[in-house]
């Protein structure tokens, strides 16, 4: 008998310090229970029960593992030694939602800075990778554009510049008013010059004929 009562007695001990289960019976995270926990100031139960959700729910929906990655970062971010986990916890929930903030969860100063900290970086983070690869050479656009060469500098710089170089001269306006004007009146004031020319010589020929005629007759 008493040792039946030894058993029972080390059953319900380890039964009261059994992992905290979030995990309804439908499989889903319990969030209302972790964030009682939270309020409570029970930040190990918090911990230990979000990630037992995770490690047994891989295929977790996109709020659940938004809500996990949230509050374990931000508890981690409370510990002395936590940093480095709060921050991969952190950079995980920034993955899935780039404006998410933690201010609701009456956090310190500290937390709070340290949150926007590595939101800040997550956000330098994606820019980099955007513009460049792993070896720091420019990503290649839509249609080629933008790629890099070996050197890593652009050559679209190179293809631009023989672009330009080919393209032809611009025609200001008045070449373009020269070129629209019409030959023909240049032709007529041509042809009236020269047959006024004309008449002009052959009158002073007649002239000098009549003064010739009439000296000899004298």
Same mark, same amino acid.
């Given at each position: 008998?008493?040792?039946?009562?030894?058993?029972?007695?080390?059953?319900?001990?380890?039964?009261?310090?059994?992992?905290?289960?979030?995990? $309804?019976?439908?499989?889903?995270? !319990?969030?209302?229970?972790?964030?009682?926990?939270?309020?409570?100031?029970?930040?190990? /139960?918090?911990? =230990?029960?979000? @990630?037992?959700?995770?490690?047994?729910?891989? %295929?977790?929906?996109? @709020?659940?593992?938004?809500?996990?990655?949230?509050?374990?970062?931000?508890?981690?971010? +409370? &510990? @002395?030694?936590?940093?480095?986990?709060?921050?991969?916890?952190?950079?995980?929930?920034?993955?899935? #939602?780039?404006?998410?903030?933690?201010?609701?969860?009456?956090?310190?100063?500290?937390?709070?800075?340290?949150?926007?900290? =590595?939101?800040?970086?997550?956000? &330098? $983070?994606?820019?980099?990778?955007?513009?460049? !690869?792993?070896?720091?050479?420019?990503?290649?656009? *839509?249609?080629?554009?933008?790629?890099?060469? /070996?050197?890593? +500098?652009?050559?679209?710089?190179?293809? +631009?510049?023989?672009?330009?170089? $080919?393209? *032809?001269? *611009?025609? %200001?306006?008045?070449? $373009?008013?020269?070129?629209?004007?019409?030959?023909?009146?240049?032709?007529?004031?041509?042809?009236?010059?020269?047959?006024?020319?004309?008449?002009?010589?052959?009158?002073?020929?007649? #002239? @000098?004929?009549?003064? +010739?005629?009439?000296?000899?007759?004298?």
């Amino acid at each position: 008998m008493p040792r039946i009562f030894w058993l029972i007695c080390l059953l319900l001990v380890s039964l009261s310090t059994a992992a905290p289960n979030f995990i $309804r019976s439908d499989g889903g995270l !319990d969030m209302p229970q972790a964030k009682q926990a939270y309020k409570d100031g029970d930040f190990d /139960k918090v911990r =230990i029960g979000l @990630e037992s959700f995770l490690r047994q729910n891989k %295929n977790a929906a996109r @709020e659940e593992r938004i809500f996990a990655y949230k509050y374990l970062g931000v508890v981690y971010a +409370t &510990q @002395e030694n936590g940093k480095a986990h709060s921050e991969t916890y952190f950079h995980q929930l920034l993955d899935l #939602s780039p404006n998410v903030e933690v201010a609701e969860m009456y956090v310190s100063k500290s937390v709070e800075d340290f949150f926007h900290q =590595i939101k800040k970086n997550h956000q &330098q $983070r994606i820019s980099y990778n955007e513009k460049y !690869d792993e070896f720091g050479n420019l990503n290649a656009a *839509p249609g080629g554009k933008g790629a890099s060469n /070996k050197d890593g +500098t652009a050559a679209s710089k190179s293809s +631009t510049a023989t672009t330009s170089s $080919r393209s *032809p001269q *611009p025609v %200001n306006r008045q070449q $373009r008013v020269a070129a629209k004007r019409p030959v023909w009146p240049w032709i007529l004031a041509g042809g009236a010059v020269a047959v006024g020319v004309t008449v002009y010589i052959i009158s002073q020929k007649g #002239s @000098e004929t009549k003064t +010739t005629v009439v000296d000899v007759s004298k």
